[in-house]
């Protein structure tokens, strides 16, 4: 690894981001490798003679680029999704038998253009002043739960009490939890085909045959569940599919719930980015809909890096049928953070936060629809997805998927690019909320992509694309176990 700069004289650039340039030079040369360990925030600390808190920032921005991963309790590696080329082309080389899980778990957190870092950081201050000078101790994680409770009453329309809402600090602990409570060894799961990996890898390390729902205009295809083998847990996101934007249909909610109460199935609704729904408020939420479902959230989603506690709210009988599960993995005493956090939630700037967000993201969105509709509905169809931080863009059919890989490639574009192993096309992540510079190269990109697709076309002689042709939108298949 290079030695950084500490004097300030000598680099213009941060050190927490001279870390991070060196980390990603290594990895993209070879000399780290996807699966690989990374040393210890407390050992960068000791190497490099910087703060603790310049390590842990590199290894978070890292993180949230998909280089690196970490699981809670263990080492952080290199992505194991990772590729590289052995070429010039310094960009992430496509997989084309899996999907790019590092840009799906990308999708998930909030671009740094729209984190409330300055309110965020007067919030700290006001509760650290507050502590110190009246001599007060910090919020309880009761008071907290509370904060969340009201939160919820408001903007999900979930009746809950305090002792009903676990407290996890990341999502993944949260994923591990409900695999640790609910599925023994050959349990079948059941969850989206694009579901977050953290949830695949909780239920795969748990035993379980994992099978997956496709997904297309109204979600998660819950059909034919029915006369399928009955799974111990039905994972859902219906007013967020990841990574479609998909929102289930009523009608598909009320075959889940049914499917949930016919074979006992415990029924967990991921909530994803659902506060994040352009131009409508979220669905009501299923948690009073039937007896056992589980509603999962991550403030992570919308104010990551500051924070990622996640919050599980849980039916009476289940914390009392698992109440020293709970006691051993949830939250139990007060930090700063909590504070932080429940003062963000009691003055209400959450929610102005949440509306500055959606405020942002749909104009941004409507700017790049009109992008995309003037200049690219001959290679591209728009997802209908209506929530989050991206535009999702699929590649016409008609292009061979090997050969648009390479102009993918070629362009500069490979790192926002992923497709599931059973389909035949592409789809592109278009950032709603990305500095300038940075959307006008990627616009750019995408032209001159369009130009290359078009000679394709005229030297295979291929017909024009309609407009009015309709093209499938559908994700995965039920039925293919992906726990080895």
């Not at 209400?348 to 509905?377: C, D, M, Y």
Request: net charge negative.
């Amino acid at each position: 690894m290079r030695q950084i700069d500490k004097a300030p004289e000598t680099s213009s650039m941060p050190l927490y981001r001279q870390l991070q340039e060196s980390f990603i030079a290594d990895i993209k040369s070879g000399k780290l490798k996807p699966g690989d360990v990374v040393p210890s925030t407390y050992a960068l600390t000791e190497q490099f003679g910087i703060s603790r808190v310049t390590a842990v920032r590199c290894y978070e921005e890292l993180k949230s680029l998909g280089f690196l991963t970490a699981k809670r309790g263990g080492s952080t590696k290199v992505n194991p999704g990772l590729h590289f080329a052995t070429s010039n082309i310094d960009e992430v080389v496509l997989d084309l038998s899996a999907p790019d899980k590092p840009l799906i778990l990308h999708l998930q957190r909030p671009p740094l253009t729209l984190v409330p870092f300055k309110s965020w950081m007067r919030t700290t201050q006001s509760v650290i002043d507050s502590v110190i000078d009246n001599e007060c101790n910090l919020s309880s994680v009761a008071q907290l739960k509370a904060s969340i409770c009201r939160l919820l009453r408001l903007t999900r329309q979930i009746d809950c009490t305090p002792e009903q809402v676990l407290l996890f600090d990341t999502k993944t602990q949260a994923y591990n939890f409900i695999a640790r409570c609910l599925i023994d060894k050959g349990d079948i799961a059941i969850a989206e085909s694009s579901c977050d990996e953290r949830l695949t890898s909780a239920l795969c390390e748990a035993g379980s045959d994992m099978q997956l729902l496709s997904i297309d205009r109204e979600g998660a295809a819950v059909d034919h569940l029915g006369w399928r083998v009955p799974g111990k847990l039905l994972a859902l996101s219906p007013n967020a599919q990841l990574y479609s934007g998909a929102v289930m249909s009523e009608r598909r909610r009320a075959l889940a719930v049914k499917f949930a109460y016919e074979t006992g199935s415990m029924l967990l609704e991921d909530d994803g980015l659902a506060l994040l729904r352009f131009g409508k408020t979220p669905e009501p939420s299923m948690f009073h809909q039937y007896k056992n479902v589980l509603h999962l959230g991550c403030f992570g989603a919308y104010l990551a890096p500051l924070t990622e506690l996640s919050y599980l709210v849980v039916t009476p009988e289940f914390a009392q049928s698992f109440a020293e599960q709970i006691a051993a993995a949830t939250a139990t005493e007060a930090r700063l953070e909590h504070s932080v956090l429940n003062t963000f939630l009691q003055s209400g700037q959450f929610e102005q936060h949440i509306f500055r967000q959606k405020s942002l993201l749909t104009k941004a969105r409507q700017e790049a629809l009109e992008f995309v509709l003037s200049n690219l509905r001959d290679i591209v169809t728009v997802g209908n997805g209506c929530t989050g931080y991206e535009l999702l863009l699929r590649f016409h059919s008609r292009f061979d998927k090997h050969d648009l890989g390479q102009l993918l490639l070629e362009r500069g574009l490979s790192s926002r690019i992923f497709s599931s192993p059973e389909s035949t096309r592409f789809e592109l992540s278009l950032p709603l909320a990305a500095p300038t510079g940075v959307l006008s190269a990627l616009k750019d990109a995408l032209l001159t992509l369009k130009s290359d697709l078009e000679t394709m076309d005229e030297r295979n002689g291929s017909e024009s694309f309609q407009p009015d042709q309709v093209e499938s939108f559908a994700v995965g298949a039920m039925g293919n176990p992906v726990c080895a």
